[in-house]
Protein backbone atom coordinates (compact mmCIF):
# COMPACT_ATOMS: atom_id res chain seq x y z
CA UNK A 1 0.00 0.00 0.00
CA UNK A 2 1.18 3.46 -0.87
CA UNK A 3 2.38 5.79 2.18
CA UNK A 4 0.55 9.01 2.14
CA UNK A 5 3.19 11.77 2.99
CA UNK A 6 2.62 14.04 5.36
CA UNK A 7 6.00 15.22 6.23
CA UNK A 8 6.27 18.30 3.18
CA UNK A 9 7.63 20.61 5.92
CA UNK A 10 10.65 18.71 6.08
CA UNK A 11 10.87 18.29 2.73
CA UNK A 12 9.20 18.11 -0.74
CA UNK A 13 9.05 16.35 -3.58
CA UNK A 14 10.68 17.93 -6.91
CA UNK A 15 7.59 19.21 -9.57
CA UNK A 16 8.69 17.43 -12.81
CA UNK A 17 8.12 20.89 -14.59
CA UNK A 18 11.66 21.82 -12.26
CA UNK A 19 13.17 19.05 -13.25
CA UNK A 20 12.53 19.94 -17.19
CA UNK A 21 14.20 22.41 -16.37
CA UNK A 22 17.13 21.37 -14.07
CA UNK A 23 18.11 18.83 -16.69
CA UNK A 24 18.72 21.65 -19.56
CA UNK A 25 21.68 22.68 -17.74
CA UNK A 26 23.50 19.23 -17.15
CA UNK A 27 24.25 17.60 -20.32
CA UNK A 28 26.72 18.65 -23.36
CA UNK A 29 23.62 19.87 -25.36
CA UNK A 30 22.37 22.21 -22.70
CA UNK A 31 24.04 24.41 -20.73
CA UNK A 32 26.84 22.60 -18.82
CA UNK A 33 29.35 25.51 -18.43
CA UNK A 34 30.53 27.23 -15.43
CA UNK A 35 28.67 30.63 -15.30
CA UNK A 36 32.45 32.34 -13.92
CA UNK A 37 33.86 31.07 -17.25
CA UNK A 38 33.89 34.63 -19.50
CA UNK A 39 36.19 33.05 -22.38
CA UNK A 40 33.68 31.38 -24.14
CA UNK A 41 29.82 30.84 -25.05
CA UNK A 42 29.44 27.59 -22.51
CA UNK A 43 30.44 30.25 -19.72
CA UNK A 44 27.77 32.61 -20.96
CA UNK A 45 24.73 30.87 -21.16
CA UNK A 46 25.20 29.68 -18.25
CA UNK A 47 25.59 32.54 -16.59
CA UNK A 48 22.57 34.02 -18.31
CA UNK A 49 20.67 31.19 -16.88
CA UNK A 50 21.79 31.95 -13.08
CA UNK A 51 20.83 35.54 -13.87
CA UNK A 52 17.37 34.62 -15.04
CA UNK A 53 17.53 32.41 -11.78
CA UNK A 54 18.58 35.31 -9.93
CA UNK A 55 15.96 37.77 -11.45
CA UNK A 56 13.02 35.13 -10.59
CA UNK A 57 13.75 34.20 -6.98
CA UNK A 58 14.49 38.03 -6.99
CA UNK A 59 10.89 38.94 -8.01
CA UNK A 60 9.30 36.65 -6.01
CA UNK A 61 10.39 37.88 -2.40
CA UNK A 62 10.06 42.06 -4.24
CA UNK A 63 14.19 41.89 -3.69
CA UNK A 64 17.00 43.59 -6.42
CA UNK A 65 18.89 40.91 -7.82
CA UNK A 66 21.80 42.29 -6.79
CA UNK A 67 20.77 41.65 -2.88
CA UNK A 68 20.52 37.81 -3.74
CA UNK A 69 23.12 35.49 -2.60
CA UNK A 70 23.00 31.94 -3.79
CA UNK A 71 23.96 29.15 -1.35
CA UNK A 72 24.00 25.14 -0.45
CA UNK A 73 20.08 26.09 1.32
CA UNK A 74 18.75 27.80 4.42
CA UNK A 75 20.98 26.23 6.87
CA UNK A 76 24.19 28.17 5.15
CA UNK A 77 22.03 31.42 4.35
CA UNK A 78 21.35 31.23 8.35
CA UNK A 79 24.51 30.70 9.27
CA UNK A 80 26.02 33.26 6.64
CA UNK A 81 23.63 35.79 7.83
CA UNK A 82 24.89 35.29 11.39
CA UNK A 83 28.23 34.38 11.56
CA UNK A 84 28.82 36.87 8.77
CA UNK A 85 27.08 39.86 10.05
CA UNK A 86 29.27 39.45 13.35
CA UNK A 87 32.86 39.02 11.64
CA UNK A 88 31.89 42.26 9.47
CA UNK A 89 30.03 44.13 11.76
CA UNK A 90 31.40 43.72 15.24
CA UNK A 91 33.84 46.02 14.94
CA UNK A 92 32.84 48.64 12.88
CA UNK A 93 29.79 49.02 15.50
CA UNK A 94 31.51 48.14 18.41
CA UNK A 95 28.30 45.49 19.13
CA UNK A 96 28.25 42.44 20.68
CA UNK A 97 24.94 41.39 21.36
CA UNK A 98 22.00 38.68 19.25
CA UNK A 99 18.52 38.04 20.31
CA UNK A 100 16.83 35.08 18.75
CA UNK A 101 14.47 32.93 20.18
CA UNK A 102 14.31 29.54 22.04
CA UNK A 103 11.75 28.50 19.09
CA UNK A 104 14.29 28.93 16.38
CA UNK A 105 15.70 26.69 13.67
CA UNK A 106 18.44 24.53 15.31
CA UNK A 107 20.46 26.33 11.96
CA UNK A 108 19.87 29.95 13.75
CA UNK A 109 20.47 28.68 17.44
CA UNK A 110 22.99 26.76 17.51
CA UNK A 111 25.16 28.79 14.94
CA UNK A 112 24.14 31.99 17.74
CA UNK A 113 25.49 29.68 20.71
CA UNK A 114 29.05 28.85 18.41
CA UNK A 115 29.70 32.66 18.53
CA UNK A 116 32.82 33.65 20.48
CA UNK A 117 32.53 37.08 22.75
CA UNK A 118 28.99 37.26 21.42
CA UNK A 119 25.86 37.96 24.16
CA UNK A 120 23.35 35.63 23.06
CA UNK A 121 19.62 36.33 23.89
CA UNK A 122 17.01 33.50 23.44
CA UNK A 123 13.66 34.88 24.23
CA UNK A 124 11.37 32.59 25.29
CA UNK A 125 7.84 32.36 22.81
CA UNK A 126 4.46 32.97 24.49
CA UNK A 127 2.51 29.64 24.50
CA UNK A 128 0.80 30.56 21.33
CA UNK A 129 4.20 30.30 20.12
CA UNK A 130 4.51 34.10 19.23
CA UNK A 131 7.57 36.66 20.56
CA UNK A 132 6.71 39.03 23.70
CA UNK A 133 7.12 42.36 21.70
CA UNK A 134 7.49 44.01 24.99
CA UNK A 135 10.35 41.67 26.29
CA UNK A 136 12.03 42.36 22.85
CA UNK A 137 11.46 46.21 23.32
CA UNK A 138 13.25 45.82 26.68
CA UNK A 139 16.28 44.03 25.83
CA UNK A 140 17.08 45.75 22.68
CA UNK A 141 19.79 48.41 23.13
CA UNK A 142 22.66 50.28 21.70
CA UNK A 143 24.91 47.33 22.12
CA UNK A 144 22.38 44.83 19.39
CA UNK A 145 23.63 43.88 16.70
CA UNK A 146 21.44 41.66 15.22
CA UNK A 147 18.04 40.37 15.80
CA UNK A 148 16.68 36.72 14.46
CA UNK A 149 13.82 35.81 14.35
CA UNK A 150 12.13 33.05 11.53
CA UNK A 151 8.47 34.36 9.64
CA UNK A 152 7.28 30.91 10.03
CA UNK A 153 8.22 28.24 12.54
CA UNK A 154 8.72 24.89 10.89
CA UNK A 155 7.45 22.56 13.72
CA UNK A 156 4.16 24.60 14.73
CA UNK A 157 3.55 26.94 11.22
CA UNK A 158 3.18 30.09 13.86
CA UNK A 159 3.96 33.21 11.88
CA UNK A 160 5.65 35.72 13.73
CA UNK A 161 5.14 39.86 13.62
CA UNK A 162 8.10 40.30 11.83
CA UNK A 163 7.58 43.76 10.51
CA UNK A 164 6.89 44.92 14.25
CA UNK A 165 10.09 43.51 15.33
CA UNK A 166 12.19 45.22 12.47
CA UNK A 167 10.59 48.47 13.44
CA UNK A 168 11.45 47.65 17.02
CA UNK A 169 15.38 46.64 16.14
CA UNK A 170 15.61 49.77 13.69
CA UNK A 171 14.87 51.89 16.43
CA UNK A 172 18.25 51.09 18.02
CA UNK A 173 19.84 50.47 14.55
CA UNK A 174 19.93 46.27 14.95
CA UNK A 175 20.25 44.56 11.66
CA UNK A 176 17.47 41.93 11.71
CA UNK A 177 17.52 38.32 9.91
CA UNK A 178 14.69 36.48 9.34
CA UNK A 179 14.53 32.11 8.47
CA UNK A 180 11.97 32.49 5.47
CA UNK A 181 12.32 28.68 4.36
CA UNK A 182 8.91 27.85 5.52
CA UNK A 183 7.32 31.41 4.48
CA UNK A 184 7.71 30.53 0.75
CA UNK A 185 4.19 30.58 -1.14
CA UNK A 186 2.32 29.87 2.01
CA UNK A 187 1.35 33.36 3.06
CA UNK A 188 2.03 36.75 1.13
CA UNK A 189 5.35 39.67 1.93
CA UNK A 190 8.18 40.66 0.69
CA UNK A 191 11.40 41.43 1.99
CA UNK A 192 10.37 45.49 1.79
CA UNK A 193 6.76 44.52 3.80
CA UNK A 194 8.96 42.83 6.11
CA UNK A 195 11.43 45.45 6.71
CA UNK A 196 14.39 42.72 7.45
CA UNK A 197 18.07 43.20 6.37
CA UNK A 198 18.51 39.12 5.76
CA UNK A 199 16.64 36.42 4.65
CA UNK A 200 17.53 32.97 4.37
CA UNK A 201 15.73 30.70 1.70
CA UNK A 202 15.64 27.03 0.42
CA UNK A 203 14.35 25.56 -2.49
CA UNK A 204 13.13 22.33 -1.35
CA UNK A 205 10.62 23.46 0.68
CA UNK A 206 8.71 24.20 -2.85
CA UNK A 207 9.02 21.59 -4.61
CA UNK A 208 12.61 22.53 -5.34
CA UNK A 209 15.75 20.28 -5.22
CA UNK A 210 17.36 19.88 -2.10
CA UNK A 211 21.37 21.80 -1.64
CA UNK A 212 20.45 25.16 -2.87
CA UNK A 213 18.91 28.20 -1.53
CA UNK A 214 19.53 31.58 -1.21
CA UNK A 215 20.49 34.57 1.45
CA UNK A 216 18.32 38.21 0.86
CA UNK A 217 21.32 40.75 2.21
CA UNK A 218 19.41 44.52 1.67
CA UNK A 219 21.75 46.54 -0.57
CA UNK A 220 23.05 49.58 0.92
CA UNK A 221 22.33 48.67 5.35
CA UNK A 222 24.57 45.42 5.50
CA UNK A 223 27.73 43.51 4.47
CA UNK A 224 28.45 39.76 5.34
CA UNK A 225 32.21 38.59 5.67
CA UNK A 226 32.27 35.29 3.62
CA UNK A 227 32.52 32.15 5.59
CA UNK A 228 33.99 29.89 3.25
CA UNK A 229 37.16 31.56 0.80
CA UNK A 230 37.96 30.50 -2.80
CA UNK A 231 37.16 32.44 -6.23
CA UNK A 232 35.08 35.24 -4.82
CA UNK A 233 32.02 34.86 -6.21
CA UNK A 234 28.76 36.05 -5.50
CA UNK A 235 30.12 39.55 -4.79
CA UNK A 236 32.75 38.05 -2.22
CA UNK A 237 29.87 36.91 -0.06
CA UNK A 238 29.99 33.35 -0.93
CA UNK A 239 32.90 31.46 -2.86
CA UNK A 240 32.53 28.31 -4.69
CA UNK A 241 31.20 27.25 -8.11
CA UNK A 242 27.65 28.30 -9.32
CA UNK A 243 25.79 24.84 -9.45
CA UNK A 244 23.63 26.44 -12.64
CA UNK A 245 21.32 23.19 -12.46
CA UNK A 246 20.16 23.39 -8.57
CA UNK A 247 20.22 27.38 -9.47
CA UNK A 248 17.65 27.03 -12.22
CA UNK A 249 15.33 24.33 -10.08
CA UNK A 250 15.54 26.48 -7.50
CA UNK A 251 14.03 29.48 -9.91
CA UNK A 252 11.62 27.38 -11.73
CA UNK A 253 10.03 25.86 -8.07
CA UNK A 254 10.07 29.52 -6.69
CA UNK A 255 8.34 30.57 -10.11
CA UNK A 256 5.70 28.29 -9.67
CA UNK A 257 5.04 28.68 -5.95
CA UNK A 258 4.52 32.08 -6.90
CA UNK A 259 2.46 31.68 -9.55
CA UNK A 260 -0.63 29.67 -8.01
CA UNK A 261 -0.14 31.35 -4.88
CA UNK A 262 -3.42 32.18 -3.96
CA UNK A 263 -5.89 29.25 -4.92
CA UNK A 264 -2.71 26.78 -3.68
CA UNK A 265 -3.24 28.98 -0.19
CA UNK A 266 -6.73 28.28 -0.20
CA UNK A 267 -6.90 24.53 -1.00
CA UNK A 268 -4.32 23.65 1.77
CA UNK A 269 -6.48 25.82 4.18
CA UNK A 270 -9.45 24.03 3.18
CA UNK A 271 -7.44 20.24 4.14
CA UNK A 272 -6.38 22.34 7.28
CA UNK A 273 -9.49 22.85 8.39
CA UNK A 274 -10.96 19.15 7.42
CA UNK A 275 -8.37 17.75 10.04
CA UNK A 276 -8.89 20.10 12.50
CA UNK A 277 -12.63 19.52 12.59
CA UNK A 278 -12.02 15.70 12.83
CA UNK A 279 -9.42 15.85 15.12
CA UNK A 280 -11.99 18.44 17.01
CA UNK A 281 -14.31 15.42 17.02
CA UNK A 282 -11.70 12.63 18.29
CA UNK A 283 -11.58 14.95 21.50
CA UNK A 284 -8.72 15.27 23.89
CA UNK A 285 -6.69 16.78 20.87
CA UNK A 286 -4.62 20.66 21.45
CA UNK A 287 -3.96 22.19 18.54
CA UNK A 288 -0.19 23.61 19.28
CA UNK A 289 0.32 27.26 18.55
CA UNK A 290 -1.74 30.53 17.03
CA UNK A 291 -3.12 28.87 13.72
CA UNK A 292 -0.12 30.30 11.23
CA UNK A 293 0.14 28.98 7.72
CA UNK A 294 -1.64 26.70 5.59
CA UNK A 295 0.65 23.69 5.45
CA UNK A 296 1.59 23.34 9.07
CA UNK A 297 -0.30 21.49 11.85
CA UNK A 298 0.94 20.00 14.97
CA UNK A 299 -1.05 18.51 18.02
CA UNK A 300 -0.83 17.08 20.79
CA UNK A 301 -3.10 13.46 21.21
CA UNK A 302 -3.68 12.98 25.06
CA UNK A 303 -2.53 9.96 26.71
CA UNK A 304 -1.02 8.61 23.63
CA UNK A 305 2.44 8.60 22.77
CA UNK A 306 3.21 9.68 19.05
CA UNK A 307 5.97 7.11 18.49
CA UNK A 308 3.48 4.43 18.90
CA UNK A 309 1.01 6.63 17.24
CA UNK A 310 3.23 6.72 13.97
CA UNK A 311 3.74 2.72 14.52
CA UNK A 312 0.10 2.26 14.69
CA UNK A 313 -0.27 4.30 11.04
CA UNK A 314 2.62 2.58 8.65
CA UNK A 315 0.62 4.07 5.86
CA UNK A 316 1.07 7.65 6.78
CA UNK A 317 4.25 9.50 6.77
CA UNK A 318 4.17 11.95 9.23
CA UNK A 319 6.74 13.45 11.80
CA UNK A 320 7.14 14.52 15.13
CA UNK A 321 9.72 16.99 15.80
CA UNK A 322 11.58 14.78 18.45
CA UNK A 323 15.14 14.54 18.14
CA UNK A 324 16.93 11.13 19.52
CA UNK A 325 19.43 12.22 21.42
CA UNK A 326 21.75 9.12 21.89
CA UNK A 327 19.82 6.59 23.82
CA UNK A 328 16.84 8.59 24.68
CA UNK A 329 13.66 10.65 22.52
CA UNK A 330 13.72 14.13 23.90
CA UNK A 331 10.58 16.21 23.42
CA UNK A 332 10.47 18.69 20.64
CA UNK A 333 13.20 22.04 21.45
CA UNK A 334 10.03 24.06 20.02
CA UNK A 335 6.90 22.50 21.99
CA UNK A 336 8.98 22.76 24.97
CA UNK A 337 9.67 26.52 24.90
CA UNK A 338 6.18 27.26 24.35
CA UNK A 339 5.58 25.58 28.05
CA UNK A 340 3.89 22.20 26.97
CA UNK A 341 5.55 19.45 29.24
CA UNK A 342 8.01 16.46 28.34
CA UNK A 343 4.83 14.25 28.03
CA UNK A 344 2.65 16.67 26.39
CA UNK A 345 5.87 17.47 23.74
CA UNK A 346 5.96 13.47 23.28
CA UNK A 347 2.63 12.75 22.54
CA UNK A 348 2.85 15.73 19.80
CA UNK A 349 2.96 15.20 16.11
CA UNK A 350 3.32 17.27 12.82
CA UNK A 351 1.22 17.14 9.81
CA UNK A 352 2.35 19.36 6.72
CA UNK A 353 0.65 19.39 3.90
CA UNK A 354 2.29 20.35 -0.14
CA UNK A 355 1.17 20.71 -3.80
CA UNK A 356 1.03 17.01 -4.37
CA UNK A 357 -1.08 16.10 -1.11
CA UNK A 358 -4.32 14.87 -3.06
CA UNK A 359 -8.34 14.22 -0.98
CA UNK A 360 -7.65 10.23 -0.99
CA UNK A 361 -4.14 11.10 0.98
CA UNK A 362 -6.51 13.27 3.41
CA UNK A 363 -8.97 10.73 3.73
CA UNK A 364 -6.54 8.04 4.44
CA UNK A 365 -5.08 10.67 7.18
CA UNK A 366 -8.18 10.92 8.90
CA UNK A 367 -9.31 7.57 8.73
CA UNK A 368 -5.95 6.36 10.23
CA UNK A 369 -5.66 8.90 13.23
CA UNK A 370 -9.28 8.09 13.63
CA UNK A 371 -8.42 4.11 13.87
CA UNK A 372 -5.15 4.42 15.41
CA UNK A 373 -5.86 7.07 18.45
CA UNK A 374 -9.37 5.08 19.79
CA UNK A 375 -7.34 1.87 19.29
CA UNK A 376 -4.49 3.02 21.41
CA UNK A 377 -6.50 4.81 23.85
CA UNK A 378 -8.80 2.08 24.59
CA UNK A 379 -5.66 0.09 24.92
CA UNK A 380 -4.13 2.64 27.45
C1 LIG B 1 14.19 23.21 6.25
C2 LIG B 1 14.51 24.41 7.06
C3 LIG B 1 15.84 24.85 7.22
C4 LIG B 1 16.98 24.12 6.59
O1 LIG B 1 17.01 24.35 5.21
P1 LIG B 1 18.01 23.54 4.27
O2 LIG B 1 17.81 24.17 2.94
O3 LIG B 1 17.60 22.12 4.34
O4 LIG B 1 19.38 23.76 4.81
C5 LIG B 1 16.07 25.96 7.97
N1 LIG B 1 15.07 26.63 8.55
C6 LIG B 1 13.78 26.26 8.43
C7 LIG B 1 12.71 27.05 9.08
C8 LIG B 1 13.47 25.12 7.69
O5 LIG B 1 12.20 24.74 7.58
Not at 96 to 106: A, L
Not at 180 to 185: P, S
Not at 358 to 376: E, K
Request: net charge negative; hydrophobic share 35%; charged share 20%.
Amino acid sequence: MRTAYFDNASTTPVDTRVIDKMQSCLSTDGTFGNPASTTHSFGWMASEEVEWSRDVVADCIGADPREIVWTSGATESDNLAIRGTVEAMRESTGRTKIITMESEHKAVIDTCSHLDDIDVVVLKPRPSGLVCLDTLAKILDENTLLVSIMLVNNETGVVQPIQKISRLAHEVDAFVHSDLAQAMGKLPWTVDQLEIDLGSLSAHKVHGPKGIGALYVRRGRCQVAEQQHGGKHERGMRSGTLPSHQIVGMAEAYRLVNQEGHSEIQRLNQIRDQIEATLGNLGGIQINGKRGVPHILNFTVDGVDAERLMAAMPQIAVSTGSACNSATIEPSHVLKAMGLSRQQGLSSIRVSTGRMTTGNDVTILLDSLRHAISQLRSAA
